[in-house]
């Protein structure tokens, strides 16, 4: 099992490309590159689930499972911002955030449970749906300091890591035959 301080570690080098890719991006655009930020939400999604998600996958299969968790991050963190900033849903941002916060984090515990694969339990559940709701909360406190939203990013990505640490059961297991039981 990884330590939570290496996941934690994990969680902020995720954080740390967020934050490169996001004064980066702008430039690209400025340079001529095309839509250098809607692929740089990709990339910002792959890293989120090559770093966090991704080391939950079991041996068995696991560039596949890896794979399958980067298209899972890659889909939830569109999704995410997609909700905050075109869903045509009544809420103002405080509470989109929230949402978008509590749903993206649930989905990532859906998908590790699903894809890693780990039991789904109400403990990892809780702890996904209120760990997001937090660190979307924090996305409702735009700092003066930080307007590319670092500091909610890293909130949120580590409340989130903390939550799949917590949460999650060990891997599932296939039964192995021993020799007294295979007689």
């Not at 910002?44 to 068995?60: H, K, R």
């Not at 997001?132 to 996305?139: D, K, N, Y």
Request: proline fraction near 8%; charged fraction near 10%.
């Amino acid at each position: 099992m990884i330590p939570l301080a290496f996941k934690f570690l994990l969680a902020v080098a995720s954080v740390v490309a967020y934050a490169v890719i996001a004064q980066v991006a702008p430039m690209l655009e400025g340079y001529g590159f095309p839509s250098a930020s809607g692929w740089a939400r990709e990339v910002i999604g792959a890293l989120f689930g090559a770093l966090v998600l991704a080391p939950y996958a079991v041996a068995q299969q696991r560039p596949w499972r890896w794979f399958a968790l980067v298209l899972a991050s890659i889909l939830i963190y569109e999704l995410a911002v997609w909700f905050v900033t075109g869903a045509p849903v009544p809420f103002d941002a405080f509470t989109s955030f929230v949402i978008a916060g509590s749903g993206a984090a649930l989905l990532a515990g859906l998908a590790v449970s699903w894809v890693a694969p780990r039991p789904l339990g109400l403990r990892l559940v809780v702890l996904m749906t209120a760990a997001g709701a937090l660190g979307g909360l924090a996305f409702g406190f735009r700092l003066p300091f930080d307007p590319d939203l670092i500091l909610c990013h890293a909130a949120w990505q580590l409340l989130v890591c903390f939550a799949l640490h917590a949460g999650l059961r060990p891997p599932i297991t296939s039964p192995v035959a021993t020799s007294s039981s295979a007689s």
